[in-house]
């Protein structure tokens, strides 16, 4: 089964920084890679799919990139919003994988 | 609008059984593949099990291979998870989820809690 590792597992900054989370996957996955984002008490939600798709009515200032085994999430300007935990997710095959986490926190 | 409704969860002792029902509307039902996803109390998100849309192929992770089951009636819009030989570690709000390998056609419900506890 492929495993996607994310680092780093905890993150702390301020208001306006950009940030970034990596994804590693152990074998190429092409662009099968979602993003997700998860605040405390509520279902995930979905930020980017195929590594790089902002999806609907998500803010310009999340963006993925990357392809075969090595995936970023980049947040451009932190938002008070944003202070929660992100997880990456292995798209177009089961066993889905989810990456071990990422808390972002306030510095 | 999707809607997926979890429910059967619940306070239950080690080595014993509870199925979670899943009930589904706003989509077409028979065309997704569906899965179970839970987390346990401050750990991150671990995918439990997938099914076809049809019914015909069932996925499961290691760690309930052999004692959960997977299943769905497409003729109610429901999908299943019956969980034998609980454990501790079984502990977890269990999400239903919707075209989760699909991403852009995705959907969450909003989980329901399984207690193990002697």
């Known amino acids: 089964d492929i495993q996607l590792t994310q680092s780093p597992s905890f993150l702390s900054a301020s208001v306006g920084d950009r940030v970034t989370i990596t994804c590693r996957a152990s074998?190429?996955?092409?662009?099968?890679l979602a993003w997700y984002q998860q605040k405390p008490g509520k279902a995930p939600k979905l930020l980017i799919y195929?590594?790089?798709t902002l999806q609907s009515g998500v803010p310009s200032r999340f963006s993925g990139s990357g392809s075969g085994t090595e995936f970023t999430l980049t947040v451009s300007s932190l938002q008070p919003d944003d202070f929660t935990t992100y997880y990456c997710?292995?798209?177009?095959?089961?066993?889905?994988?989810f990456g071990g986490g990422t808390r972002v926190e306030i510095k | 609008e999707v809607q997926l409704l979890e429910s059967g969860g619940g306070l239950v002792q080690p080595g014993g059984s509870r199925r979670l029902s899943c009930a589904a509307s706003?989509?077409?039902?028979?065309?997704?593949?569906m899965s179970w996803v839970r987390q346990a109390p401050g750990k991150g998100l671990e995918w439990v099990s997938g099914?076809?849309?049809?019914?015909?192929?069932?996925y499961y992770a290691d760690s309930v291979r052999g004692r959960f089951s997977i299943s769905r009636d497409n003729s109610k819009n429901t999908l299943y998870l019956e969980m034998n030989s609980l454990r501790a570690d079984d502990m977890a709000v269990y999400y239903c989820?919707?075209?989760?390998?699909?991403?852009?056609?995705?959907?969450w419900g909003q989980g329901t809690l399984v207690s193990v506890f002697s």
């Open positions: 989820g919707k075209d989760l390998a699909v991403a852009d056609e995705a959907y």
């Open positions: 099914i076809s849309a049809s019914g015909t192929s069932t």
């Open positions: 074998q190429d996955i092409r662009n099968y």
């Open positions: 706003g989509f077409t039902f028979s065309n997704s593949a």
């Open positions: 195929d590594a790089s």
């Open positions: 997710q292995l798209l177009n095959r089961f066993p889905l994988t």
